[in-house]
């Protein structure tokens, strides 16, 4: 009885209901929550990365440790690997390097080192792998650094360091 009689009283008022519109909102809200795929990362990189310059590692670097050495000398890149010389390419493999004018290393060299010290790896735990550290120069294109990851990711080895670049006592 009293709606009819502010109903009468105010003719052009209308009244909404508004739980339904909610009730729908919420469910939407749901369904939006549910249906949507957020991007997975494309990858991850296991690795050690060195935190602070000028102290000591905090994980010891075992003597079987296949160690990839980088750096800019004479206008070219050198590497070594396990302090074996690695021949530098004399064909430019890509545009980078041809663009950059400066051959870099054999990288067939490096992936069979790497292959022959897996090969012999033994490792001490259930999930081991052969660590691996990639030690680079400041000044190496970084381009080099990422081939080097690439054949290690290849060969299916997780146990990644990078090296922290020595920086010369002023």
Excluded: W
């Excluded at 690795?47 to 905090?58: A, D, I």
Aim: some cysteine; hydrophobic content about 40%; overall charge negative.
């Amino acid at each position: 009885m009293a709606r009819r009689k502010k109903a009468a009283s105010e003719p052009n008022k209308v009244d909404t209901n508004m739980t339904p519109m909610i009730d729908v909102v919420f469910l939407l809200l749901i369904f939006f929550m549910l249906a949507t795929k957020f991007k997975l990362p494309e990858g991850t990189l296991r690795t050690y990365l060195p935190k602070n310059r000028g102290e000591s590692n905090s994980r010891p670097m075992l003597s079987e440790t296949c160690r990839v050495t980088l750096m800019l000398q004479g206008g070219q890149v050198t590497a070594y690997a396990d302090q074996t010389l690695v021949p530098t390419s004399d064909v430019f493999e890509s545009d980078f390097e041809a663009h950059i004018g400066v051959p870099g290393p054999d990288l067939n060299f490096i992936e069979d080192h790497i292959t022959r010290r897996k090969n012999t790896y033994v490792p001490l735990g259930a999930n081991s792998t052969l660590p691996v550290v990639i030690d680079f120069a400041e000044n190496v294109p970084y381009k080099y650094v990422i081939d080097v990851l690439n054949i290690v990711y290849k060969l299916e080895l997780e146990n990644i360091a990078f090296a922290q670049p020595e920086v010369p006592f002023d």
